[in-house]
């Protein structure tokens, strides 16, 4: 997965509409680049565009959901801590976060996440947010019927879940310990996704099945040869000369099996002149 370009408006500090372009300079040819500011510069708010976007969440706001506490909105209504909504500048009646992304699969997609107010005042009610998938090379538009199956769709193409994408990826602002403090298992499954080695991973764990097969069946052979138990020397030396003689006797009857037929086949031919005199 590797990010092309992060957009959006009206997101918390960041009001105007921005973009930010990783395939134009001077951040193509950067290499390593780092997100500086004074503090409510929009640092932040560029990482959760991107998560929200992606995602329809961010780490940020779900470490707040743990407060338990509501947000005021218009007039009585409220919403919750972690509800990403809550990103909408106040006094904007509409915003939007938009990622280009080249997925797993090597096809470049657009995920964008919407939010709006009832009739876009800013003094409307929030509604439900929208989030949408399009391909990039032919507009068209990926999206499935509802949300979660969006979702679905830009998970499997970044191939990451929002936990390993927040692990590995995108650390949290004071997490940066999270993929260290993963168990071993999942520090392996990231990695292994990351760097696409999941091809072998499996074939390692077919080996590992096919040895394991192959070591039962020669258990299985052991176990059988330990009942068969060898003839002790004289009584084999009794049978094998026994064998020698009785193969010796089979020959002898052969022929005069061979012998007997010839006769046979004599008088039949005999029988058979005899017939047309």
């Known amino acids: 997965m590797k990010i092309l370009a992060i957009r959006g408006r009206n997101l918390a500090s960041l009001a105007s509409e921005f973009c930010v372009d990783f395939q134009s300079e001077p951040l193509a040819s950067a290499g390593l680049f780092a997100i500086t500011g004074p503090t409510g510069a ?7 565009a991107l998560c929200v976007a992606l995602y329809d969440a961010t780490p940020r706001l779900l470490r707040a959901a743990s407060r338990g506490e509501t947000i005021p909105d218009v007039g009585e209504h409220s919403v919750g801590p972690a509800d990403p909504r809550t990103l909408l500048r106040r006094g904007a009646g509409e915003g939007f976060a938009e990622v280009d992304f080249v997925g797993s699969d090597g096809v470049a997609y657009r995920a964008r ?141 052969t022929q005069q099996q061979a012998a007997v037929e010839a006769q046979l086949r004599w008088h039949q031919e005999l029988a058979r002149l005899a017939a047309r005199m």
């Open 42 to 48: 929009g640092k932040s708010t560029l990482l959760d």
């Open 113 to 253: 996440w919407t939010v709006r107010r009832a009739r876009s005042k800013a003094e409307g009610r929030l509604q439900a947010s929208e989030l949408s998938l399009t391909r990039i090379d032919d507009g068209q538009v990926l999206s499935g019927n509802g949300k979660l199956e969006t979702l679905k769709l830009i998970e499997g193409r970044i191939g990451l879940s929002f936990e390993q994408f927040t692990r590995a990826v995108l650390l949290a602002q004071n997490d940066f310990a999270a993929f260290l403090r993963a168990s071993d298992d999942e520090r392996a499954e990231l990695l292994q996704t990351l760097t696409g080695t999941a091809a072998y991973a499996e074939i390692s764990r077919q080996a590992y099945l096919r040895a394991k097969a192959e070591a039962d069946a020669l258990r299985l052979l052991q176990a059988q040869l330990a009942d068969q138990v060898p003839l002790e020397a004289d009584v084999r030396q009794t049978r094998e000369a026994a064998l020698v003689e009785q193969t010796a006797r089979l020959d002898a009857l």
